[in-house]
């Protein structure tokens, strides 16, 4: 299916996603890098209102850009499979179709990894994100449970940036995979 004379629409792709998905690689490193590094030096109440307010945001862009980058990737990749009996149908026919298709899966990945590994840890920050907010403004008293509970509400932001490397890995690599087919040239 490959052509010796790609279309607009592939070269477009092949200039555009690997761009795409390596600036999204560097968003989600970042957040890890130097984000959560700050949140940790705040007050818990403040820490748990900006991890939410950022959750909420990445979440509206960070996930399609991935998906876009990644169903991209996996066209570039389909562009890339033999028609001919001897290779096969629908065999990837280069090491460019199967660098994309590793861009692919390791770019779009990303959300599927997010909702096996990350929601739980999500969903307790969530959980006391929102808990802080009701709680604002009314006096507590200071006690042992207090600073546990802060301890373990840091300790769970800590985590999150730990699993969230880990995204940023697979982005990084899957952007490199991308970024190599795009500017290989045709064999």
Same mark, same amino acid.
């Given at each position: 299916?490959?052509?010796?004379?790609?279309?607009?629409?592939?070269?477009?792709?092949?200039?555009?996603?690997?761009?795409?998905?390596?600036?999204?690689?560097?968003?989600?490193?970042?957040?890890?890098?130097?984000?959560?590094?700050?949140?940790?030096?705040?007050?818990?109440?403040?820490?748990?209102?900006?991890?939410?307010?950022?959750?909420?945001?990445?979440?509206?862009?960070?996930?399609?850009?991935?998906?876009?980058? @990644?169903?991209?990737?996996?066209?570039?990749?389909?562009?890339?499979?033999?028609?001919?009996?001897?290779?096969?149908?629908?065999?990837?026919?280069?090491?460019?179709?199967?660098?994309?298709?590793?861009?692919?899966?390791?770019?779009?990945?990303?959300?599927?990894?997010?909702?096996?590994?990350?929601?739980?840890?999500?969903?307790?920050?969530?959980?006391?994100?929102?808990?802080?907010?009701?709680?604002?403004?009314?006096?507590?008293?200071?006690?042992?449970?207090?600073?546990?509970?802060?301890?373990?509400?840091?300790?769970?932001?800590?985590?999150? @940036?730990?699993?969230?490397?880990?995204?940023?890995?697979?982005?990084?690599?899957?952007?490199?995979?991308?970024?190599?087919?795009?500017?290989?040239?045709?064999?």
């Amino acid at each position: 299916m490959a052509s010796d004379h790609p279309t607009l629409v592939h070269r477009t792709l092949q200039t555009t996603i690997p761009l795409v998905s390596s600036i999204t690689a560097g968003l989600s490193l970042s957040l890890s890098f130097f984000m959560v590094p700050r949140l940790l030096e705040a007050p818990v109440a403040v820490m748990l209102q900006q991890w939410q307010c950022t959750y909420r945001q990445g979440a509206v862009t960070m996930v399609p850009l991935c998906l876009v980058s @990644g169903v991209s990737y996996l066209w570039l990749a389909l562009q890339h499979t033999s028609s001919s009996s001897a290779a096969g149908a629908g065999m990837l026919s280069s090491w460019r179709g199967k660098s994309f298709l590793a861009a692919g899966l390791l770019t779009a990945g990303v959300v599927p990894y997010t909702a096996a590994f990350m929601m739980g840890t999500n969903r307790r920050l969530m959980e006391r994100a929102d808990r802080e907010a009701a709680a604002k403004g009314k006096v507590t008293e200071f006690s042992d449970k207090i600073l546990e509970q802060e301890k373990s509400a840091k300790a769970l932001v800590d985590w999150w @940036g730990v699993l969230n490397l880990v995204r940023g890995v697979m982005l990084t690599v899957g952007s490199a995979c991308g970024l190599a087919a795009a500017t290989a040239t045709a064999a």
